[in-house]
């Protein structure tokens, strides 16, 4: 949603004229924001679960690496070093282990269950709140406390639970990627770390590009 903010309210209004005290809202530069709310759903979205899958399927390999260099250094017989690799079963036992930690990944993303991103991209920077329902296993599932203080209610009138707010700068992002068609806007710090993804709506995506492009120092379009 397109917005402005009165400083004096601290309040969003559609237009430029504040709907709580009636003043105009100057210096719409500064004051005109994007808010939305996302749902997702960690087991549904792509990048987490390659994620973790990437972090799985190195360590696999570090750790035959390591186990083949000290065959090859400790061991008295050189051959053992190839054995390894043969039927003797470290192949099919480091399959084995990958396809049981991708499904206790894909277990522990489900218990997860959704979550509901409340996003603002205003004038500084790009700012995130994560909520989920309130449930001691998701919590666990998450490996988080869970914090009944930071229970609210909603306007439904349904309990959730904040889970992590997170703020970004522009002028700390050092590379935004705008993937149009998984409509997602990926931003880094550093470069190489995705540190936050922004999921516009479909119809506002553009507006949001065309928003957030001009105060970025390196833009990739996928
Ligand atoms: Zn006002």
């Known amino acids: 949603m397109h917005v402005y903010y009165c400083k004096k309210c601290k309040a969003d209004s559609m237009t430029p004229v504040c709907d709580h005290c009636g003043m105009p809202i100057t210096a719409l530069n500064q004051n005109e924001r994007f808010k939305w709310r996302y749902i997702r759903t960690p087991l549904g979205d792509t990048p987490t679960l390659l994620g973790a899958l990437r972090v799985m399927v190195v360590t696999m390999t570090v750790l035959v690496t390591l186990m ?5 250094i400790f061991s008295p017989n050189k051959e ?3 054995r390894m690799f043969g039927y003797s079963g470290i192949l099919p036992w480091a399959l084995t282990l990958l ?8 277990l522990v993303l489900g218990l997860q269950g959704r979550e509901e991103m409340h996003f603002v991209v205003d004038a500084r920077g790009a700012h ?3 909520w989920i ?49 998984a409509g997602r806007i990926d931003l880094y710090r550093p470069s190489g770390f995705r540190f936050m993804s922004l999921y516009p709506e479909r119809q506002e995506m553009e507006a949001i590009e065309n928003y957030i492009m001009p105060k970025m120092k390196q833009l990739v379009h996928r």
């Open 68 to 72: 083949f260099l000290g065959e090859i």
């Open 80 to 82: 053992n070093a190839v």
């Open 99 to 106: 396809i049981g930690g991708a499904a206790a990944i894909c």
């Open 128 to 130: 995130l709140q994560t």
């Open 133 to 181: 329902p309130p449930s001691r296993l998701k919590c666990l599932a998450r490996s988080i406390p869970y914090e009944a203080y930071n229970i609210a209610t909603d306007p439904e009138g349904n309990a959730r639970m904040l889970i992590g707010e997170t703020h970004l700068l522009w002028a700390d992002v050092c590379r935004c990627e705008i993937r149009r068609h």
